[in-house]
């Protein structure tokens, strides 16, 4: 896979007495692969959270809190995308392309990730940050 096959799906954020309702995601989209499990990362600001690839496993990231800073890297070329509050979009990425991010906001940054299989130590790879060169400076 190559950082192109990543998809970027803008989401709906409904507003309503009370406070808002964020869309995520629905089994009908055509990007959905299948439900394994679902979890939240908390990522402080400026701190960053690298080195990751999955082997079997297609990621759904969604940033209801804060924005976030994602990387993704191929082997060959980078790619940033930022989203959160200020730009509510999924970002689709199948399994094989390495990723980290950091908290963009001051304040909470929440990543939630709607995963199409449940954990599984064997199936993802790690690195230390400093083994893809790559600045994280803001």
Not at 24 to 53: D, H, I, L, R, T
Not at 63 to 91: A, T, W
Request: proline share 4%; glycine share 8%; net charge negative.
């Amino acid at each position: 896979m190559s950082i192109e096959d990543i998809c970027i799906t803008s989401l709906k954020k409904i507003s309503v007495e009370g406070g808002d309702v964020l869309h995520a995601m629905k089994y009908s989209e055509s990007n959905f692969n299948g439900f394994g499990e679902a979890y939240f990362s908390f990522v402080n600001y400026k701190y960053v959270k690298a080195w990751k690839k999955h082997a079997l496993m297609t990621l759904n990231l969604v940033v209801p809190i804060g924005n976030v800073k994602f990387v993704f890297f191929d082997g060959y070329n980078f790619r940033e995308e930022i989203i959160g509050e200020n730009n509510f979009n999924r970002i689709t990425v199948p399994p094989g392309i390495w990723f980290g991010f950091s908290g963009y906001s001051k304040y909470q940054n929440i990543v939630l990730n709607i995963a199409d299989l449940p954990h599984d130590p064997n199936e993802v790879m790690r690195k230390k940050i400093s083994e893809i060169d790559f600045n994280w400076e803001m």
